[in-house]
């Protein structure tokens, strides 16, 4: 009787596990070719060599570009600290500016990741927000004040808790709070990938204030890309490993309300929102074995997303452009500025094209 309990027990395990496996390989799209879909007059940026991870562009033309991240199972090609750079979309040169940092920083093990910028309506001084990965398995902010009249950004303040532990993407909401995603359940990569495994959706997003610290949504296998709508009045976070954008409304607490999800169809990274249309951008990737595999034979593509009127009953989802690694690998962000879009990755080029 023993010998056929353990029998039952070995067999349901390993249909348990090849359960899993299936659904993990449905999760990374391991199956997914996408046919290319190019844009024209598009170029490769110079002096951004090692990933454009992400991106803000204001409201004047001008991108801030966070460089050389170093992650954890992603390739990096280079031993120095990350940067970040300036891009005027105006400027027919199109030549990428390396920011001078200033201030109490190690920039020897500055990795940058997500960005976000916050105006101050008071002075208009601009801050900006970095998450930062000065080790593996770490996460903190840094605050900067950027200044553009002498390429400069000058550091504020790092900041660190319990709850930012694994952050991947910012969105600011005041000179020193923010909401963040994390991208791990936890901390620790190999308990991440066991929760992954068996599905549970422990990963968060986190509202971050001097005043207090609190975690304002859940349900996430890993949270990615967030942020906000023109009016303020909701935030968006990417479902990647669900293939969704999350949509939920802010409370006058700042919690979150979820209201919809918008199901995209790929491994979507970083948002941008379209300030004066409200049009979601996503960069993606279409095939999340490729892109954890980084077989140069066959390397990782890229794909661009638009979300059109999201907040309506049937939201429409177009792909923009789409590549199969021969040009852009790995894209993780994307934005249009004034007729032209602008792609990032994780650790490859940065694009521009025009968008007609």
Request: hydrophobic share 40%; aromatic share 8%; net charge negative.
């Amino acid at each position: 009787m023993k010998r056929v309990l353990v029998t039952i027990c070995i067999a349901a395990l390993a249909a348990l596990f090849g359960q899993r496996l299936l659904k993990l390989s449905e999760i990374a799209l391991a199956n997914r070719e996408v046919p290319v879909k190019r844009l024209p007059n598009c170029h490769l940026l110079k002096n951004i060599d090692y990933g454009a991870e992400d991106f803000t562009i204001l409201r004047d033309g001008l991108a801030i570009i966070s460089t050389g991240l170093k992650y954890p199972g992603l390739p990096s090609f280079s031993d120095d600290p990350g940067k970040i750079y300036t891009l005027d979309l105006l400027d027919p040169r199109l030549t990428p500016v390396e920011l001078t940092i200033k201030g109490d920083l190690d920039r020897d093990s500055f990795n940058p990741h997500g960005i976000s910028i916050y105006i101050d309506e008071t002075d208009k001084t601009i801050h900006l927000f970095v998450v930062n990965h000065p080790q593996h398995y770490t996460s903190q902010v840094e605050i900067f004040l950027f200044v553009e009249e002498d390429n400069t950004i000058v550091h504020l303040k790092t900041i660190k808790h319990d709850l930012l532990h694994s952050v991947n993407d910012i969105v600011a909401v005041g000179v020193e709070s923010f909401y963040a995603t994390n991208d791990h359940s936890y901390p620790s990569e190999v308990l991440h990938m066991l929760a992954v495994f068996l599905g549970l959706p422990w990963a968060d997003v986190v509202y971050y204030s001097p005043e207090g610290v609190k975690a304002v949504g859940d349900g996430f296998l890993s949270a990615n890309g967030i942020n906000m709508s023109p009016d303020k009045r909701y935030l968006y976070v990417s479902a990647i490993m669900d293939h969704e954008i999350a949509v939920f409304e802010i409370t006058k607490s700042k919690d979150l309300v979820h209201v919809k999800s918008v199901a995209v169809g790929s491994l979507c990274d970083n948002i941008e929102v379209d300030h004066v249309t409200g049009d979601i951008w996503l960069g993606c990737h279409p095939n999340g074995a490729k892109a954890a595999a980084c077989d140069p034979k066959d390397p990782p593509g890229s794909e661009v997303i638009r979300i059109q009127d999201i907040h309506s009953e049937k939201p429409v989802v177009t792909q923009v452009y789409a590549d199969d690694g021969s040009v852009l690998i790995g894209s993780s962000v994307a934005a249009p500025y004034e007729g032209k879009l602008l792609i990032g990755t994780v650790y490859h080029k940065a694009l521009v094209c025009d968008l007609k």
